[in-house]
């Protein structure tokens, strides 16, 4: 399942709950979809965050470390 066809069934499953509510097996779904969103969200971040780099003031450009 790809990230777009993933957030179009996270917002399925949002209306049908709004509008009648959802079933044990529905719900487990779309806990499992947004733990998947959420980690492919940290995942992204993480990456561009590794890639940057920051220019001091006195000119020297530095890598975005780690922080532990």
Known sequence: ?????TIKRINELYHKSQAEGLTDEEKSEQ???RQKYI???RG????QLENMS???P???IEKV???K
């Open 1 to 5: 399942m790809t990230m777009d066809e």
């Open 31 to 33: 806990k499992e979809l």
């Open 39 to 41: 980690e492919s969200v």
């Open 44 to 47: 992204n971040l993480r990456g």
């Open 54 to 56: 920051i220019q001091r």
């Open 58 to 60: 006195d000119g020297t």
């Open 65 to 67: 470390k780690k922080v």
